[in-house]
């Protein structure tokens, strides 16, 4: 699988799933959440509001993930995962790169070729900028999936997307 560092806004990405940085009601909120819903109209909501009728009453589980069309934006597929919320007294890593292999899965059994990422966690939740994308890096380059051939990782501003190319080299 190619794993590649862009810089820009994930409704705009021309892939065939992207994935939503959620939360666990699944009804929207501010950043990638936000933007998701606001460019993709409310046919996504609408299939939100039928998971958490049917299969997650009671909120998506941090770590899990969960497809819906994409609406109106230029994917196929929304991915939602709920990402932790940061803390400096708790280790919650394995819950954040839970969240890129879920969706990953859920991407490759949905037959999507490819996936673009938001950095989950690394905004509202306050998850160090680095740290994010050393977990994120990680699990994309670890797995080898059977149908996505692309992930992306988008990162919204200057200074995130120039921090992600350092930690890639370091990675390296
Ligand atoms: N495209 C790409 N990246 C973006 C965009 C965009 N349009 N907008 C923000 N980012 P966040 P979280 C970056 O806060 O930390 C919501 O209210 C942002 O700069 O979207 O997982 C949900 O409903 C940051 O680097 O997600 C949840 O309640 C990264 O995307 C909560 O926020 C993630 O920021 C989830 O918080």
Do not use: K
Request: neutral net charge.
């Amino acid at each position: 699988m190619e794993l590649t560092l862009v810089q820009g806004d994930i409704t705009a990405q021309q892939v065939d799933a992207v994935v939503n940085a959620a939360n666990s009601s699944l009804l929207g909120g501010g950043g990638v959440d936000g933007a998701i819903h606001r460019r993709g109209g409310p046919e996504i909501l609408a299939e939100c509001r039928a998971l958490r009728a049917s299969r997650y009453g009671r909120g998506l589980p941090t770590g899990q993930a969960v497809a819906t069309t994409a609406g109106l934006l230029p994917a196929r597929w929304v991915i939602h995962t709920v990402g932790p919320v940061w803390s400096a007294s708790e280790e919650r890593s394995e819950l954040l790169r839970a969240c890129y292999r879920n969706s990953l899965a859920v991407a490759d059994e949905l037959g999507a070729a490819s996936v673009a990422y938001p950095l989950i966690s690394a905004g509202v939740y306050g998850w160090p900028v680095e740290d994010a994308v050393r977990q994120a890096l990680t699990v994309l380059r670890a797995t080898t999936p059977a149908r996505v051939t692309e992930a992306r990782l988008v990162l919204f501003d200057t200074g995130t997307y120039e921090t992600a190319q350092q930690v890639a080299l370091r990675l390296a």
